[in-house]
Structures are given as C-alpha cells and as structure tokens.
C-alpha cells in the first residue's frame, strides 16, 4: 500500500553544509507533521501544515530550519549550516483526521 | 506545557510474561493519548489509542485505559512473546486547534527472550 515516504533514507553531511529531506504523505492527507527524534528520545514536533499552510512551526529549534510544502502534497525539511546537533532521525508523519497519524520511516541525518 | 512521562527500559521479559509498561501524562483539557510501537529497523506504528477518559484501547493483545484521575495509560498485556520485542512511545495529541500535534514519552524498550 502507498504509505508515507521519506528520501533519503539515510544522509552523511559536513558541518555547514545544508540539507533538504523530502517528506510524500499519503495521498489526500491534509495534515503532514514533522518530528526530529534524537537516539534514545522520542520524538519531537518540529513543524505542522495543513494543506500548504504552516500553522504551527514552534518546534524549529532555530531559524536554520526551514519547511515548506508548496502545493499541500509532498513536503521538503531544509536545514542550512547543519551542526553537529543535527545528527538526529527526522520523521515525516500524515493524517487524514487529524487524530490518527501516519508515520514515514525517517531520514537517518548524520553530521561530521 | 504537556508531558508525557514513561517507565524507564529495558524491560526484559521471559515469553508468556504478564507487561506493563507505565505513562503518566500532564496536559491541560482533554487529550487523546496513544500507544506507538517501534520494531527494529522499522517506523513507528500505531498500537492502539483513546480518546476520552474510561475508555480502553486495545489491539494485538495489548490494552491500555485511559483514566484521568490518575492522568495514566498504562500498557498492558496478558502473555508478551519474542515478537513483542520493541520501542514503546506513549504520546498524547493536543486539541485539534492546533492539528493534533503529537507529544511523545521518552520510550521503552522491551526485549523478551524465549
């Protein structure tokens, strides 16, 4: 079936580089969420859209990030100037109600 | 702001062992709290949910009972096999203004042994 997807899977940067993950929802979903979980943690809400609208980026830990999803489908987390701190699995995650969301298998960020 | 509080790992089990895994949340109105698991190498996927108090989740064996007075959702499951071995995410969703944005306990492993 056509879950939610993620690319790349996995991701190796220098520090200071920048980096843009690709985030496909299920098809028809309004809401698409993004959450950063650092080895060991849970996850944590980065970013919300409904539709192509960012209602609630509160998340973002600083203005480096940056997401956006510019027809209300597919959705692209861009990190400029990454740091080390970055290092982190990013999940994508989609939702038809609102409630129930959906998961993406993440992107795997590592930051030398 | 709203927690999520979960019982520390590992938890290692024998198979046909009785589970619990605790969650205690903090959250101001009503929220719906969820179950999420975690299999190695894989994404998270929905365990079960519920969405107002009393009411009890359940799926694949597992069971979890919402109960404000005691702010839990405690996970629950009668006869846990090798297969159950994973990460457990108790979350809570925030009210729907704000799309439901999911606040995820730190995790527990669990590892049964045959």
């Known amino acids: 079936g056509a879950g939610v997807s993620q690319s790349p899977r996995y991701k190796v940067a220098k520090r200071g580089q920048d980096v843009a993950l690709r985030c496909d929802p299920i098809?028809?979903?309004?809401?698409l969420f993004w959450y950063q979980q650092a080895l060991g943690q849970g996850p944590e809400f980065l970013t919300y859209f409904q539709n192509e609208a960012q209602l609630d980026k509160s998340g973002l830990p600083s203005d480096r990030f940056f997401a956006e999803r510019p027809e209300g489908s597919v959705s692209t987390l861009k990190i400029q100037r990454t740091q080390q701190e970055d290092s982190a699995v990013y999940l994508c995650?989609?939702?038809?109600?609102?409630?129930?969301?959906?998961f993406g298998p993440g992107t795997r960020l590592t930051v030398t | 702001g709203n927690s999520v509080t979960q019982m520390e790992g590992p938890v290692t089990l024998s198979e046909e062992a009785f589970l619990t895994i605790n969650c205690t949340y903090t959250?101001?109105?009503?929220?719906?709290l969820f179950w999420y698991v975690q299999y190695p190498g894989e994404g998270l996927q929905l365990l079960l949910k519920?969405?107002?108090?009393?009411d009890k989740g359940s799926n694949k064996g597992f069971e979890a009972t919402y109960r404000k007075e005691t702010t839990s959702f405690h996970l629950e499951k009668g006869s846990v096999q090798v297969s159950d071995s994973a990460v457990y995410f108790c979350a809570l969703s925030e009210s729907s203004n704000q799309g439901g944005k999911l606040i995820f306990g730190q995790g527990t492993e669990l590892s049964v042994k045959p």
């Open positions: 995650a989609s939702s038809a109600t609102g409630t129930e969301q959906y």
């Open positions: 098809s028809g979903h309004v809401s």
């Open positions: 519920a969405t107002k108090a009393d």
């Open positions: 959250a101001t109105g009503y929220p719906s």
